[in-house]
């Protein structure tokens, strides 16, 4: 995460582009002081960048505890918490407790296990073994708090098409 390029997304070369507005850094740094005020350690990033843009780098935090507001809050920025577990049961439960289910991020190294967890989650989209879940191809939406229906790919165009059965007899 430390060495991802941050700058402007138009630029070659640049992976992490600025966030929407000042106010979207302000949360995330909000966000990210929260956890380190409750105990979380930051292994990268963590303080907004200067200069022109809305720029976060990178953030990766270790130890979040359960009360950290972004364990329970949306952050969309460039930060990943990292909680610990003692089994996958715990693992799977405290992840579906959220209110929000846009979409959840799983890396392992077994496949089939990976697959299995993923059907367990309460998110409307998986990235397993992957960090970017975006596909024009694929339906985007959420689950709980983050969305209702789905947007792109077939499901989406169903969306706005109205379904009407026709009964005929000769």
Sequence with gaps: MAALK?????????????LINA???????ELVND???????????????GGVGYFFPPTVL??????????????????AALVRFSDE???IGRCNTTEYGLVAYLFTNDMRRGLAIAEKLDFGMVGLNRGLVSDPAAP???MKQSGIGRE??????????ETQYVSLGW
């Design 140 to 142: 985007f939406g959420g």
């Design 62 to 79: 270790a130890d979040v505890p359960d009360d950290a507001r972004c364990l329970h809050e949306e952050i969309f920025g460039p930060v």
């Design 152 to 161: 792109g790919a077939h499901h989406g165009i169903m969306e706005y098409l």
């Design 35 to 49: 956890a380190v005020n409750r105990g979380a350690r930051i292994l990268t990033g963590g303080a907004p960048l």
């Design 23 to 29: 106010k979207a850094r302000a949360k995330v740094t």
């Design 89 to 91: 049961a715990e693992m």
């Design 6 to 18: 941050v700058g402007n997304g138009l630029l070659a070369g640049v992976e992490v582009g600025s």
